[in-house]
Structures are given as C-alpha cells and as structure tokens.
C-alpha cells in the first residue's frame, strides 16, 4: 500500500468525493491498488475491467465509431471511459486506463502508448505516456500514473 493511495482515500473521504475506474490494460491493478487501502469502500464506487474492445462500448458508453476509427488506444477512447464509468457506477469522478502493455503493437499503437483520463463533473484531464520496460512495468506505470493524475484533482 503506498503513501500516495493512503493520502488519496483521505483526501476523497474528506471531500465527500467518490470514484470509479474503467479499466483496460490495467486489467482490474488500478481498482486494486484503491482498494487495498481501509476505509476505501466509503469513497471507490467500483471499477469497470473493459479488456476487449467491444465492451468499451457496450458497458461504458464509448462511441462505436470512434472505436472503429481510432481503436482502443486513443485519448477520446480514455476520457469516454471516464466519463462512462463515473455515469454508470454514479462517482464523481472517473478514472480510466487504455493502452498497450505488450508483447506487440496494437491498433497500429506502439508497445508503451497509453492514455490515462479523469473525469469529474464538466472537467477532464487526458494524458498520454509513453512508457518503456516489460508488460507489467508498463501496467504498473500506468496505475501509478494514474494515482497521480487523480490526486491532481483531489489535492
């Protein structure tokens, strides 16, 4: 459990703030790395692990067609399934992940490309990495990243 998560759930629980996770290349460690912290369930609404392509759409809202056009991998694709997740697990706040950990390109994206989206309200933060080293150092990255990312909008 690190420092960051701890100071994340107080902050949350101290705003009366709550959220929820969408996500893909993660597969379910971001939910995880929120969730290891007591207290958590007064503030993590849930998470949605949306690995395949097609349940981006179906389960959190993204467009169909940006799917077809961008692939997965892409910032509209994140930041949809932030605002999707937040709406459908009713948080104030959406956190999402999508990307690519490897072994081999995807969507024509390279090893290491990731999106990371927050959603809170009207406002919303998209980053994109690009991150190096073995699969689950790029996923491990990732839920760091997107710890930070989320402790940018609590602070």
């Not at 290491?112 to 933060?125: Q, Y």
Request: glycine share 10%.
């Amino acid at each position: 459990m690190s420092t960051v998560t701890v100071e994340l759930i107080e902050r949350l629980t101290h705003r009366g703030l709550t959220v929820a996770v969408a996500e893909s290349l993660t597969g379910g460690l971001l939910c995880a790395a929120l969730t290891e912290v007591p207290g958590a369930s007064a503030v993590v609404r849930g998470g949605v692990v949306a690995y395949a392509t097609d349940l981006k759409a179906s389960l959190l809202g993204v467009s169909e067609e940006l799917l077809a056009t961008h692939g997965a991998v892409d910032a509209d694709v994140a930041l949809q399934m932030a605002t999707g997740v937040a709406s459908q697990l009713g948080a104030d706040i959406g956190l999402s992940t999508t990307g690519v950990a490897g072994p081999e390109p995807q969507d024509g994206k390279a090893v290491g490309t990731v999106f990371i989206a927050c959603a809170w309200g009207e406002k919303h933060s998209v980053e994109e990495l690009s991150l190096s080293g073995t699969r689950n150092e790029i996923r491990s990255l990732t839920v760091h990243a997107a710890l930070r990312m989320l402790a940018s909008v609590v602070s």
